[in-house]
């Protein structure tokens, strides 16, 4: 079944201290916005209990379909890209029918833990146009989610009576959502609340991912302890900042900020020697997402820091939505990818 024939569909991230959600459907050939909404705070930081609470998880999210008037509950979900492994195999002197064997035979090499704990999935990656294809070669994309995850996310959907249609991993959703058909080499970098993934993305294929647990949550408690006041406030100051450097157009970023954010620059510079030098080809740019993606001209700084072209993803590029709702989806579109 495709998405979209005459019906509304939910997109729904539950993260570690939000859920947030968009309902869509289909208007003259193209995905258009229906209704978003998000739980924050109080409320909706539910500090990773999630997981272990499905009827808590799923009365948020009930709660924010009610209060967005959203109807559906036809949901695709994302799995968190540190949750889930991935890795690139190159199969050789394979014929066609064993490579879903020889894909399991491979797994037990590179994901670290028992296959039995694991739900696999995989793809090939075609050959690009005018590459010579080598007989019984094949490059097959692979992930692994752990299947303790998968099914606490199916009691959730369970528990909230909204029928799950698909479950992925984060790094495609962004792909599809931030880069649509760009098919160039780019460096997905998202902060999210308490990690931040970085993903390189060649030909629209996640060929690389990386996790560190550095997010907003560390930039809010540095500004807290450097200021001397609590986290509520933090974040607001954390917010004003970032709102400010946009409307301001500055190009400082905060000392404070600075310091913390050094070791999520420090891993970009490692995920991408690493995928340059084994691939013989460069990162062409820089797509930011998250909501500590619009920090004080953060986007300024890796830019001056790489010499390489950064920009902030905008998750509504590609969907039909009232003119007037542009300043607020603006502000929080990197949240929402």
Known sequence: MGLFSGERYLGIDIGTSSIK?????????????????????????????????????AQAINRIRQEAGMSSRQAVAALPTYAVFSSVLHLTNVDKKEVDSAVRWEAKKVIPVPLEEMILDWRRIEDEPGQPSQPNSFKILLTGAPRGLVKKYIDIFKEAQINLLSLETETFSLTRSLLGKDKSTIM??????????????????????????????????????????????????????????????????????????????????????????????????????????????????????????????????????????????????????
Not at 292 to 321: C, E, M, Q
């Open 21 to 57: 959600i968009v309902e869509l459907r289909k208007e003259k050939g193209r995905p258009a916005l229906s209704s978003y909404g998000f739980s924050e705070g109080k409320e909706g930081n539910l500090n990773m209990d999630w997981q272990n609470n499905p009827k808590k998880a």
């Open 188 to 337: 997905l970098v998202e902060l999210g609340t308490s990690t931040t993934d970085i993903t390189v993305v060649d030909k629209g294929i996640p060929v690389l991912s990386r996790s560190i647990d550095v997010g907003g949550l560390t930039i809010t408690k540095a500004i807290g302890d450097n200021l001397g006041v609590g986290m509520e406030r933090a974040e607001q100051f954390k917010y004003d900042i970032g709102v400010n450097a946009l409307e301001n157009n500055q190009d400082v970023v905060p000392k404070t900020i600075l310091e913390t954010i050094n070791p999520v620059l420090n891993e970009v510079k490692y995920v991408m020697n690493m995928f340059e030098s084994k691939n013989n080809k460069r990162v062409e740019k820089i797509v930011l997402s998250g909501g500590a993606s619009l920090l004080a001209s953060f986007s300024g700084h890796i830019a001056k820091t790489l010499d390489l072209n950064v920009i902030v993803g905008d998750p509504w590029n590609r969907l039909v939505y009232p003119i007037d709702l542009k300043p607020v989806l603006d502000e929080i579109g990197p949240r929402m990818s």
